[in-house]
């Protein structure tokens, strides 16, 4: 693959060419030239678009897919392609399948399902055997076929003492463990905030000690045991401030945010639209203003979709009996731009890569070429048509947004929107 990006503004504070205007030349998958007035040759694709920008690929840190036993939710094939209209190069896939991602077979089987795309898919291997919190699934054997970290999704360790076994044993290949922060004998059956929404509309309420609670313990263990540690879609202001209070300790933590609590409120659920019902729930103002601040100041290190494609049998249905689970993929970009700045936004959809594959492609001559295109300008609303996803459980429908993804670079291949 051959093409020539002109006049592409640089958003990579690992490049040289950091905030400057340039045309970027592609070969074969690396970065062959950086410069201005570059000449556009024959068998060579030019790329150019209204204010484009470009930045290093981005990486979503949660996403689901149906593959294997649910494909009618979402294939890794289609998947995949959802994944590089929405900007993004690599995607670390929950474990969340049927049978659960927790053998090194189940990892190279969906490997196997990846090649050949634009987007690199990265597995998550589940934490324990089944994801049921019970024994330490093979945690060595997944990651020698391509695991780069290891967590039972939406589901908490409820036992300390595992958390604390696995810590220390993944230290002896550089492991990274997940802990879902929810205290789930405090949650109960709870499935919106605990608050004044929760009680207007009936709802039982998931208190935010539930997942303050659960963080305050997993960073107690991380002190202790040591290792590396991530915690996945915090939502609460008192979980921001406990893994701040870590960080400033030295110890190796990171946390994500999943876009949704950022940008959307609980009062949304007083249609009792089951779109939003997700977890962690959807918080009130005090949380998601903690939670910005936290994007802003470096306390949470990334932003997730958390794309999670659910059929119409699991999300039309009584706002009781409905999964939790919402797609935002295609819009989680656009979401975030309208609550930091396009730097800030790179720096939050880049960082997955570093902590997750520990590797990032600068952009400059003789690097590979894995690139986001997009622009911050511009302004809509995200409507049914904005839905590339098998499933249609679009948490940000009808809600207006900043942007534009023009595509990306990756794989020696090109994916235009």
Request: aromatic share 6%.
């Amino acid at each position: 693959m051959k093409a020539l990006i002109k006049n592409a503004i640089i958003v990579d504070s690992d490049s040289p060419h950091h905030g400057s205007t340039k045309d970027v030349r592609i070969k074969d998958g690396l970065i062959i030239e950086i410069g201005e007035h570059l000449e556009h040759t024959k068998g060579e694709t030019l790329i150019e678009r209204d204010n484009l920008h470009i930045s290093q690929g981005w990486f979503d840190s949660s996403v689901s897919m149906g593959q294997p036993g649910f494909e009618e939710r979402e294939t890794i094939d289609h998947g995949l392609q959802v994944a590089a209209t929405s900007g993004f190069t690599a995607v670390a896939l929950n474990p969340n399948t049927y049978p659960i991602i927790d053998t090194s077979s189940d990892v190279t089987f969906v490997k196997k399902m990846a090649e050949g795309h634009a987007t690199s898919l990265f597995p998550i291997g589940a934490l324990t055997r089944n994801s049921e919190s019970v024994d330490l699934a093979e945690l060595y054997d997944m990651q020698q076929s391509g695991a780069v970290a290891f967590g039972d999704y939406q589901q908490p360790i409820s036992n300390p003492n595992l958390l604390k076994i696995a810590l220390q044993y993944t230290q002896g290949f550089n492991g990274l463990v997940l802990s879902f922060p929810q205290e789930q004998k405090i949650a109960g059956k709870g499935m919106v905030n605990e608050g004044e929404v929760s009680t207007r509309v009936g709802l039982k309420g998931i208190p935010a000690i539930a997942e303050s609670l659960q963080v305050a313990r997993d960073l107690h263990i991380l002190e202790y045991a040591g290792g590396s540690l991530h915690i996945p879609t915090i939502s609460t202001k008192a979980s921001v401030e406990l893994i701040k209070q870590t960080k400033a300790k030295g110890l190796d933590v990171t946390c994500s945010v999943a876009i949704h609590n950022l940008y959307l409120l609980d009062t949304v659920i007083d249609d009792f639209d089951t779109r939003y019902k997700v977890l962690p729930p959807l918080r009130n103002q005090e949380h998601v203003d903690a939670l910005i601040e936290g994007v802003k100041d470096g306390t949470i290190d990334m932003v997730t979709s958390d794309h999670n494609p659910l059929d119409v049998e699991r999300k039309h249905v009584e706002f009781d009996n409905a999964m939790y689970g919402a797609i935002s993929q295609e819009a989680t970009f656009k979401a975030l731009l309208t609550i930091v700045s396009e730097k800030r936004a790179v720096t939050l959809l880049t960082a997955g890569r570093r902590r997750f594959i520990g590797t990032s492609n600068s952009i400059q001559e003789n690097s590979p070429a894995d690139i986001t295109l997009f622009t911050p300008k511009g302004s809509s609303t995200f409507t049914q048509e904005h839905i590339k996803s098998t499933s249609n459980n679009a948490i940000f429908l009808n809600q207006k947004m900043k942007g534009e993804v023009y595509g990306i670079i990756a794989n020696n291949q090109l994916v235009l929107n």
